[in-house]
């Protein structure tokens, strides 16, 4: 059973490159979730889709963009890399609105420097 | 605005009970839910909580909720050093146009012999 599948688990980006998270899931769900979880704080929402071709903005999308070309797939990206990006990265899948359970992925650990 | 919070660290003896609160500032929340996040993983739901109930118990968890003082708590009956991990309180709520999950920072339990 895979559920939520991140990659890289870790990444280590110089201020200025880019990257993208990856993020797919195989449930079939129509919500899929982008959170960051720096040191000692709660997860917060960056990005977030209810369905394919649809994405919206959470409550701390600058610096990055996400797409959601396809159910399964929800990429996560950083065009110009900046310190303050340094967190752990977690994408996550639901059948329903957020409200109801969340599936998460093992994280990605981004350091920026 | 929207506010979880709960202690950073628990430190319990094996066989013992651990009891983890959180309070939550949204009055609206209809869900709350614990998380447990065990080291390398992404979050795992532990339980939940619908609003309109007191009590919930499942096994060796007891969740208890007071609406009136925005308190909930989990209690971890015999805890076992497999149960060493982070626990995560969430409420759902809805604000700037969508449903969202608002975490706290997690409280990271340390089972000891």
């Known amino acids: 059973n895979a559920g939520v599948t991140q990659t890289p688990k870790f990444r280590i980006l110089k201020i200025g490159q880019s990257m993208t998270l990856q993020c797919t899931q195989d449930m079939n769900h129509n919500y899929m979730y982008w959170y960051r979880q720096d040191p000692g704080m709660g997860l917060k929402l960056i990005y977030y889709?209810?369905?394919?071709?649809?994405?919206d903005k959470g409550e701390v999308p600058n610096g990055y963009n996400v797409s959601r070309s396809t159910t399964e797939d929800f990429p996560l990206r950083l065009e110009l890399a900046a310190p303050s990006q340094t967190s752990v990265y977690f994408c996550a899948s639901g059948a329903g609105p957020i409200g109801t359970e969340a599936f998460f992925g093992q994280g990605t650990r981004l350091t920026v420097v | 605005g929207e506010d979880v919070e709960q202690s950073l660290f628990l430190s319990v003896r094996e066989g013992d009970s651990s009891v983890i609160n959180c309070t939550y500032t949204?009055?609206?929340?209809?869900?709350l839910y614990w998380y447990k996040q065990e080291p390398g993983a992404g979050l795992q739901l532990l339980t939940y909580?619908?609003?309109?109930?007191d009590m919930k118990q499942d096994q060796r968890l007891t969740v208890l909720l007071n609406k009136k003082d925005k308190h909930l708590s989990l209690r971890i009956a015999d805890t076992q050093t497999g149960d060493s991990a982070i626990y995560f309180c969430a409420e759902s709520t809805f604000s700037g146009g969508y449903n969202k999950l608002i975490f706290g920072a997690g409280t990271r339990l340390a089972v000891h012999p």
């Open positions: 889709s209810v369905g394919a071709g649809i994405t």
């Open positions: 949204d009055s609206s929340s209809t869900y």
């Open positions: 909580i619908f609003s309109n109930m």
